[in-house]
């Protein structure tokens, strides 16, 4: 291993855990003590850490066994050291939903000294596979990476993922058709489990006709249904698939898509439905602006819940919504990229799929 790979990785290793003993290191990257030694004696020189007995420390850091303390930044910044790392982030919106999880990498990459790039697809798989490719000839050590369609398998993208050189996390996507195809990792949020806690919600307030409504071609409503069928099951309630609604959205044509809503509710007082989950919160804010103008009472008449969380709360009734923990998925997202770029110069770590629970933030719109 090259020396400058070395020195890479002990600034990791201070990075994560705040100190690093250089015996305990040599033996995990199979090299000597002494060499170890020396790359500390360098990075002292440079000013980056501290030396202490047995190891290092951050330079004016402490080591991790000492009292809790405020550890100083490692963040990465133009003109400043080196970074640890860099790791390109293609997702396919940085407008909606995504900015949360772009957040998360981002005070990740601060906190641990990595560099991130980032890349927008526009739910373009032809755009997402360029800039992949525009990536790995830039020479990223790892990708974060959230494909425009709902599954890899089959597709161009997982192939040109398979071929990857470095570490790739699939973020906020499942990878359980596609783990044939390369080292893929994976952090997403648990949208079955969001779609539970969104009917055991409104289950509990009393409501039976529930229904789910999801806008078309959304790559997170086949897991919220599946996630509405295993609560009407788990509860024992009744429920078939004329409870679920598509909503075709026709862009930039408000009106065309005020006449879906229009036509839903409609269903749902033929059909005697008291509550409604809505996926996006746009649509959700658009039913229950709908509601007013019909007269319809939310929630006395019609419960509505919004899934997303992004302006749920903004709606003349703020609604209540599960909120997916977009920020905590990309962040871990990023930790567990580094972590795998560090595995991949040295030590072994089991490779990952991570779901992470949404969260229910009630209001006005289920409120008894």
Not at 37 to 48: I, N, V
Not at 297 to 321: C, F, K, S
Not at 326 to 352: E, F, P, W
Request: negative net charge.
């Amino acid at each position: 291993m090259l020396s400058e790979d070395r020195q890479q990785l002990i600034l990791k290793e201070l990075a994560l855990h705040g100190s690093v003993n250089a015996a305990e290191f040599a033996a995990k990257l199979g090299t000597s003590g002494m060499t170890v030694r020396r790359d500390l004696a360098l990075l002292a020189g440079q000013g980056l850490i501290e030396r202490v007995h047995g190891g290092a420390v951050l330079a004016g850091g402490r080591a991790a066994t000492s009292s809790p303390t405020q550890q100083p930044s490692t963040s990465w910044r133009p003109g400043g050291r080196r970074p640890l790392a860099t790791i390109g982030m293609i997702v396919p919106s940085a407008s909606y939903y995504f900015p949360g999880v772009i957040r998360g990498a981002e005070a990740a990459a601060q906190e641990l000294g990595v560099r991130l790039v980032l890349g927008v697809s526009n739910y373009s798989g032809a755009e997402e596979r360029r800039q992949l490719r525009r990536l790995y000839e830039h020479g990223v050590d790892g990708i974060l990476v959230t494909p425009s369609e709902q599954s890899l398998a089959g597709t161009e993208t997982l192939e040109l993922l398979a071929e990857a050189k470095v570490p790739v996390v699939v973020v906020e996507r499942s990878i359980d058709n596609a783990l044939d195809h390369g080292r893929l990792e994976s952090v997403r949020s648990d949208h079955v489990h969001g779609a539970e806690i969104a009917v055991n919600h409104l289950l509990g307030l009393g409501h039976r006709k529930i229904g789910l409504c999801l806008r078309e071609n959304s790559p997170t409503a086949p897991q919220l249904i599946d996630g509405y069928h295993l609560a009407m099951r788990r509860a024992g309630h009744d429920y078939s698939d004329s409870m679920v609604r598509s909503m075709s959205r026709a862009q930039n044509d408000p009106q065309a898509h005020r006449l879906v809503v229009d036509g839903i509710l409609d269903w749902c007082a033929e059909n005697h439905v008291t509550a409604a989950i809505v996926h996006t919160d746009e649509d959700a804010l658009q039913f229950a602006s709908a509601c007013q103008e019909r007269q319809i009472r939310v929630p006395e008449d019609l419960a509505i819940i919004a899934y997303d969380d992004e302006i749920a709360a903004l709606g003349a009734v703020p609604l209540t919504a599960v909120a997916p923990p977009k920020y905590d998925v990309g962040h871990q997202a990023l930790v567990m990229c580094l972590n795998r770029i560090g595995a991949r110069l040295g030590s072994t770590t089991a490779l990952q799929r991570v779901n992470l629970s949404p969260a229910l933030v009630v209001r006005d719109s289920t409120q008894p």
